[in-house]
């Protein structure tokens, strides 16, 4: 006979960037001959190191034994690869939604940090409630605005509401939805997981007991004759599941994103600029992972710099590094569009600047829209070629609306200018980032 305190055990390995809904599994009903309900399959969502859960409904989440495996590590995304299936490209979207750090200030709260199996809890073990106010709470953390989809539980209880007069529901809409909304908010328990090695398990919903055999209904329980019948079917039925409604936030790779086609001068630059503090990190092994510099200011700000490798024309259609690349990018606050002006110079057969930021402001449009609203700046890199001072006029002609740095990166020339214009943007309270209707390559 088997453990009869054994139910169905769900753990969840929480790792996704969007808000999540999870139920353990109900446990397997009880049979005769002796038999308890069996455990059902483990349900388990990978999420990427870095990932920070918010709780909005269900228990709290718990430690499991880590599991040695071939983890995501903090530049993996599931998904990254090549994927074809319709469910990971659900995946994929829910990654790809809230990717703007929009809860990025909301970090204070307590947080149970989970390093290797130890938690490192707050000064509560519970996490205190606290009052956020945030513009929206629908799932993707936009800046911008609600992606309207509606939690679950929400549903729940837009229905109970209408048990109210419609009338008034007609009036009040506006009102009741900002006061729902806002006690929803209220709700959220932020920062009560932190995944941050590869391989952390958590348990974030638990399956149900399993139904008991007739042994031990028979045995232990000696129902009365009268409501036999009753006991046997509750006690052999199995329980459904707890739920779980978690919001997951990614957290930044980068405060700024060096993006430019292959050979502008990327990595180099990112040796300039974080000379002071050159704690290049290689991330070896793959060609998906960018180097991240750190960059350091007289008062101490720091920045730190990814130089994202990859970007083709066709990305968005997964060319070249495609997707893994943009993603990366996702993951950066500010952008610096990396030229090369010397593309086209001296007999060379490339792309001029103008056109490269076009190709590129192109392919993070078609990848995520509104991805190029993000601060920006321009690089002008190898101004030290000959003719790339004429480039850089022209390319100051064709290309309005975002700060342009000439810089000649294996030199280090006009890098301390591009320092303070990087500086800048992430002050500025209302950055630019680039219109595409102010490019011209005509
Ligand atoms: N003349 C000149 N050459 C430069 C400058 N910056 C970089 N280069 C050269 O341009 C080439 C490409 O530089 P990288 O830094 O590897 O360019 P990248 O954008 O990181 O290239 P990928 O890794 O392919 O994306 C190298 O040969 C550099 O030495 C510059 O300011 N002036």
Known sequence: ????????????????????????GRGGNGVSKNQIGTRGSDKIAQVPVGTVIHLVEGEQPSLAVNIPTRALDQWDIPGA?????????????????????????????????????????????????????????????????????TYPHQEEIDENDQIESEDEDEFNFDEEDEE?????????Q????????????????RGGEGGLGNAFIMKDMRPSKANRQDKIERLSTGQPGTKTFLILELTSIADVGLVGLPNAGKSTLLSALSRAQP??????????????????????????????????K????????????????????????VLDLAATLNGRKGIPPWEQLQDIVVELEHYQEGLTRR??????????????????????????????????????????????????LMDDSDPQGIDLSKISVQ
């Open 1 to 24: 006979m088997e453990d009869l305190n054994s139910g169905e055990f769900v753990h969840t390995i929480f790792s996704l960037f969007t808000f999540g809904f999870q139920r353990g």
């Open 81 to 149: 690869t090549e994927h074809s299936s319709a469910s990971s490209n659900q995946v994929d979207n829910a990654v790809m939604k809230g990717l703007d750090g929009g809860l990025s200030h909301l970090h204070n709260a307590p947080k149970h940090k989970i390093d290797g199996n130890e938690a490192e809890k707050g000064s509560n073990s519970q996490p205190e409630k606290r009052k956020y106010l945030h513009t929206c709470f629908k799932p993707g953390f936009s800046n911008t605005g609600c992606d309207g989809r």
């Open 180 to 188: 729902e909304e806002e006690r929803e908010e209220q709700d959220v």
């Open 190 to 205: 932020y920062s009560v997981a932190e995944m941050t090695k590869p391989g952390q398990r958590l348990i974030i919903a």
């Open 279 to 312: 704690e290049i990190a290689d991330y070896e092994f793959t060609t998906l992972r960018p180097n991240i510099g750190s960059l350091t200011y007289e008062d101490y700000f720091s920045v730190k710099v990814a130089d994202i490798p990859g970007l083709i």
């Open 314 to 337: 066709g990305a968005h259609e997964n060319r070249g590094l495609g997707h893994a690349f943009l993603r990366h990018i996702e993951r950066t606050k500010v952008l610096a569009y």
């Open 375 to 424: 601060p920006s700046l321009v690089v002008a890199n190898k101004i030290d070629e000959e003719g790339a001072d004429q480039m850089y006029e022209e390319l100051k002609r064709r290309v309005q609306g975002v700060p342009i740095f000439p810089v000649c990166a294996i030199l280090q020339e006009g890098v301390p200018d591009l320092r303070v214009g990087l500086r800048n």
